[in-house]
């Protein structure tokens, strides 16, 4: 999973990924394809 400080550029990479608000954190997450996670604060 990456940290990242600008989650857009994650979302944008694969049209399946979903942003997601847990615990105060923003998470980028894929079904379909697992590389794509990544994580902001």
Do not use: E, H, W
Request: include cysteine; charged fraction near 40%.
């Amino acid at each position: 999973m990456k940290v990242r400080n600008s989650l857009k550029s994650a979302k944008t990479r694969d049209k399946n990924c979903v942003i997601v608000r847990r615990k105060g954190r923003v998470y980028v997450i894929n079904k379909r394809n697992p590389r794509f996670k990544a994580r902001q604060g």
